[in-house]
T-cell receptor
């Protein structure tokens, strides 16, 4: 069964360092999402891609976060510099298309701890 | 605009008892509704979804949910809880009013006692 791949699974970094997360969606899925999930809360959208284009990044803290999906396949989310408040689970999800009830398939996530 | 409210951050049941997890939504246009399950340190897995085809939706692992427009609810149920059902459950809504970007509830932690 096809799955969304994410790496690393766990990342510990010091404040002010740079970190990067990678996501490989299910083959053929045009839409890719990055979510941040703080412990005890639901996922919150950071950025949505349709192929290689950003559809929505209104909740992405652009002063320190960046995301790209250059060839419309895999994607990288970067934080520079990391802050203590960035400690969270970062989830990647993909769907065949956006809208009309297409469900999202989630990867296992990257647990980030900033010290 | 769209939103989801999950009543009860924790629900505790005995093994074999009925599971009921509550979800109320707000949407100005017809919504799509989803229930996801999340086990510790894992991603979310889809349990079931409502896409207007039928108000009673059956999902995986014996779960089902009923869409009630008059009550703006989409509660998740399972007749008999298993120990393996212990996890975090998230309700989500998407609609044209939110550009079809899902909005998730805060989650309900299901605890199953032997």
């Amino acid at each position: 069964e096809a799955e969304v791949a994410q790496s690393p699974r766990y990342k510990i970094t010091e404040k002010s360092q740079a970190v990067a997360f990678w996501c490989d969606p299910i083959s053929g899925h045009a839409t890719l999402y990055w979510y941040r999930q703080i412990l005890g809360q639901g996922p919150e959208l950071l950025v949505q891609f349709q192929d290689e284009s950003v559809v929505d990044d209104s909740q992405l803290p652009k002063d320190r976060f960046s995301a790209e999906r250059l060839k419309g396949v895999d994607s990288t989310l970067k934080i520079q510099p990391a802050e203590l408040g960035d400690s969270a689970m970062y989830l990647c999800a993909s769907s065949y298309l956006s809208g009309q009830g297409y469900e999202q398939y989630f990867g296992p996530g990257t647990r980030l701890t900033v010290t | 605009a769209q939103s989801v409210t999950q009543l009860g951050s924790h629900v505790s049941v005995s093994e074999g008892a009925l599971v009921l997890l509550r979800c109320n939504y707000s949407s100005s246009v017809p919504p799509y509704l989803f229930w996801y399950v999340q086990y510790p340190n894992q991603g979310l897995q889809l349990l079931l979804k409502y896409t207007s085809a039928a108000t009673l939706v059956k999902g995986i692992n014996g779960f089902e949910a009923e869409f009630k427009k008059s009550e703006t609810s989409f509660h998740l149920t399972k007749p008999s809880a298993h120990m393996s059902d212990a996890a975090e459950y998230f309700c989500a809504v998407s609609s044209s009013g939110g550009s079809y970007i899902p909005t998730f509830g805060r989650g309900t932690s299901l605890i199953v006692h032997p």
